[in-house]
């Protein structure tokens, strides 16, 4: 059974950083293409980036040069640094691997 776990989120200012992370099981994580994905408060879910197995990696418009996706294949472990957050950035924060998604982690920036 896939599970895939998403901590590090919280409360930070404008300006500021965060670093999450995506804990995987039940799956070759090593194999696997990986994306974050984010829901504001009322919007839609949102694509932010995917990883694949070799390396190569996509960001949205938003989130470029801000965001980055990197992966730790011993350890089962996606993270999403962030840095640079912004109001907007505000949002619920999810893994998904194939059809699998996380629970959602919280980040929410203050202006």
């Known amino acids: 059974q896939v599970q895939l776990v998403e901590s590090g989120g919280g409360s930070v200012e404008a300006g500021g950083s965060l670093k999450l992370s995506c804990v995987a099981s039940?799956?070759?994580?090593?194999?696997?293409?990986m994306n974050w994905f984010r829901q504001a408060p009322g919007g839609e879910r949102e694509w932010l980036s995917n990883?694949?197995?070799?390396?190569?990696?996509l960001y949205a418009d938003d989130v470029k040069g801000r965001f980055t996706n990197y992966r730790d294949d011993i350890k089962n472990t996606l993270y999403l640094e962030m840095k640079s957050l912004k109001w907007e950035d505000t949002a619920l924060y999810y893994c998904?691997?194939?059809?699998?998604w996380g629970e959602g982690i919280q980040v929410t920036v203050s202006s």
């Open positions: 990883l694949n197995p070799d390396g190569t990696t």
């Open positions: 998904k691997v194939y059809m699998h």
């Open positions: 039940g799956l070759v994580f090593s194999r696997c293409g």
